[in-house]
């Protein structure tokens, strides 16, 4: 198994195609049944462990943002009673997966950092965050692993003691699973069917 014969539409360099992401997904599904460990996943997963443990901050976590902060809609919206935040957490991954450009994907990666609940740690983790995102967006072979990003930052956020170590085992871990990708990626998917609906059905 190579990553890029994991997506047929691989090259285009303006975001994924329509169908693209799923069709990434079933295709590692199937190399997962032939080989659970795939060399290519365990190589990338390292190096997205070293590419993050780059971002590492000495010292103690920053102090916490003051409460009452709201989540920002694509559209510009604050949302303090619309899509939950773990739904619009993994918009932000559709987002990024579909970016036309790097920055508009790491733009939807910070932004994930705040989402994911953690304000105290948004300093230390958002260069990580976007130095990982920029990574995966770099290669349209590999670009439908953004959809992972938002559980990566998930899990790293909920580490008060060095999120970014966290992000890097997370990612380092999960990576190169091929099993679990396509199960995160199935859960994200399913949260975003919900953010859609939801947005949907909000008065104008």
């Not at 443990?53 to 010292?59: A, E, I, N, Q, Y």
């Not at 409460?67 to 559709?94: I, K």
């Not at 349209?140 to 992972?148: F, G, K, S, T, V």
């Amino acid at each position: 198994m190579t990553l890029h014969s994991l997506n047929g539409t691989a090259g285009a360099a303006d975001g994924t195609a329509p169908g693209e992401t799923e069709q990434f997904f079933r295709r590692l599904a199937g190399a997962a049944r032939r080989d659970p460990a795939p060399r290519p996943l365990r190589d990338l997963a390292e190096a997205a462990h070293r590419l993050v443990l780059r971002h590492v901050v000495p010292g103690p976590p920053a102090a916490p943002e003051p409460a009452g902060m709201r989540s920002r809609l694509p559209n510009g919206r604050y949302a303090p009673t619309g899509p939950a935040p773990g739904d619009l957490l993994e918009h932000l991954g559709h987002l990024a997966a579909d970016a036309a450009s790097e920055g508009e994907a790491t733009a939807a990666g910070g932004a994930m950092v705040g989402v994911a609940g953690a304000p105290g740690s948004v300093p230390v983790l958002v260069p990580a965050v976007t130095a990982l995102v920029r990574g995966l967006h770099s290669d349209p072979a590999i670009r439908p692993l953004l959809r992972l990003v938002p559980a990566l930052v998930g899990e790293a956020a909920s580490d008060r003691s060095d999120p970014v170590v966290a992000l890097a085992a997370a990612a380092r871990r999960l990576l190169a699973d091929p099993v679990a990708c396509v199960a995160a990626w199935t859960s994200s998917a399913t949260a975003d069917a919900r953010f859609h609906a939801t947005i949907r059905q909000e008065p104008s």
